[in-house]
């Protein structure tokens, strides 16, 4: 019997979704159900929604695995009120809640949601109550950077991705397929 | 016109390999050209090979685009001769070399290879000849602890995956899906 893991990938570098993204891709791979759960969702829809898609709509044919993304929340184009920002992430958290009771899932992935609660747009007591009511075996992944103590207390890893150079620095733009 | 990047991500935690994964999986759903090529093939089949081999297969019978992993190397299993992974290593670096110049790809990731400079197994003037001999458009991705000073000098992104904690310390095992 496998035991779930509560996976937490913080750090001010590049990585943190991506990693998230490739244990997604290898824990399908080895059978896993896996649903991930996009809390900032940005201007631009990300090439990993396309790619899982097709993975998606290939494994569902097949019948056989089972891989879902969905992107939730408004987003941080520093436009709108926090209010309604708030009101989306209350949203998006019990999609979350009701995706994670389910037992539909070994692997659920909560995508940024880190800068959610940072942001006071989820309360770090809210998403603790959240994982402790997780089937034990229902792995989860929680990403984003600035994670709190609290939350690095209770996960069983941790990833720090630390910046030490980024092409920004050196006036390279963001490129599609690469940063989103 | 794009700028190919050469990203490299080191440091002692998880999440290197994987984010080069979910890397791939963005850049590929972008419609980039991937090649992933595992310099240190493990004993166990991971399961990132099934799930690209589907996604491969897939993207074959639409023909619109295109990813590869493919697994080099002996492997540190502890076992062998030495000259046998000198001479394995030897035969990724000229695959690795091949698909570079080809034109085939935007984006190879060259998993591991860090650890194989690290061992000796490749020389760090022969990989950085081969990075600046690559195509300028080609995106390259070089996964790996302890990634040399030299490279980190040359790279355009650099991300150390720090590790805070690890569910090994408390004894937990490794499983299939999230370990490999």
Known sequence: MTQGLLIVHTGDG???TTAALGLALRAF??????????????????????ALDLLA????????KKIEIRQCGLGFTNKGEISQHKSAAKIALETA?????SGDWDLIILDEI???VKFGL???????????DRPPQLHLVL???????KLIDIADLVTEMKLIK???QKGIVAQRGIEF
Chains 1, 2 share one sequence.
């Open 29 to 50: 791979g080895a059978g896993l159900r896996v649903l991930i759960l996009q809390f900032i969702k940005g201007g631009q829809r990300p090439g990993e929604i396309d």
């Open 57 to 64: 709509k290939t494994s569902a044919a097949l019948s056989e």
């Open 14 to 16: 590049k990585g943190k």
């Open 166 to 168: 980024h092409p920004f």
């Open 114 to 116: 880190n800068y959610a």
């Open 97 to 101: 809640r009701q995706e994670i009771i």
């Open 143 to 149: 990403t984003g950077r600035d994670a709190t103590q």
């Open 122 to 132: 989820i309360g770090e007591e809210e998403l603790i109550a959240l994982i402790e």
